[in-house]
């Protein structure tokens, strides 16, 4: 996965192993855990088994640092809820939260709270979707 500010200067931000050869369609993914402020644009590198390779088509994401949504309490404690609060300038529609590798292990639309039973210890990434489309991430450690 590399990733760039412009679309013109562009940086390696992983890796994620292939699954071998095989006909059949495989799923792929990789979370960001810092994009940038902002655009980002993003585009695969795929090398083959003779050092050979092609770049994806480029896609690009927006980042929202406008810093008008909070996530607490951070590190999350027992009761394991989630409290946003936003200063209304944006309409919040949908939240996800990630485990660091990028498993999804919730999602659900927007709410002041959100209750996350069931998660172990570690370290979490929190995608918010507004409704413009750009998305806040947090990173919330749960103890």
Not at 84 to 101: A, C, N, W, Y
Not at 112 to 118: F, R, S, T, W, Y
Request: charged letters at 20%; proline letters at 7%; aromatic letters at 10%.
């Amino acid at each position: 996965m590399e990733r760039s500010p412009d679309a013109a200067g562009w940086i390696k931000l992983g890796e994620v192993a292939a699954q071998g050869t095989s006909n059949a369609l495989t799923d792929y993914s990789f979370t960001d855990i810092a994009p940038l402020p902002g655009t980002n644009y993003y585009r695969l590198k795929m090398v083959d088994t003779d050092g050979s390779f092609t770049h994806s088509r480029i896609e690009s994401l927006v980042f929202d640092d406008s810093g008008t949504l909070t996530v607490y309490p951070n590190p999350v404690a027992i009761d394991r809820k989630l409290y946003f609060h936003s200063d209304g300038k944006k309409q919040f529609i949908r939240v996800e939260v990630l485990t660091m590798p990028g498993k999804r292990v919730y999602e659900g639309p927007f709410r002041p709270v959100v209750e996350l039973p069931g998660l172990q210890p570690g370290l979490y990434l929190i995608r918010v979707t507004a409704a413009d489309a750009s998305v806040a991430t947090f990173k919330v450690i749960k103890h």
